[in-house]
């Protein structure tokens, strides 16, 4: 096939032929792309978001460790001043 000069070259076009399920939401699956590598692709990162999530949870509950004494003590103390008998 010939092209004219002035015409733009072919470009193939990606076509939507279907959707994956990733991380509970819907993508697109494109040709020429395989399915395969696509699957292995969205798998890939979901571990990757389950490694980072998994590190963000630690990290929480590290700082919740190191603040509980206080958050105790404050709602005992809290939970004592609204319930002492009123003197008047």
Avoid: F, G, Y
Avoid at 24 to 42: C, T, Y
Avoid at 56 to 85: C, T
């Amino acid at each position: 096939m010939t092209q004219h000069p002035t015409s733009p070259p072919l470009i193939p076009v990606p076509l939507l032929t279907e959707v994956i399920q990733v991380n509970e939401s819907l993508r697109p699956a494109v040709l020429p792309w395989s399915q395969k590598l696509q699957i292995k692709e969205a798998m890939e990162s979901k571990h990757v978001h389950d490694a980072l999530a998994n590190e963000v949870i630690e990290k929480v509950q590290l700082r919740i460790a190191e603040m509980m004494p206080d958050l105790i003590r404050d709602a005992v103390d809290q939970v004592l001043k609204e319930h002492e008998p009123k003197i008047e």
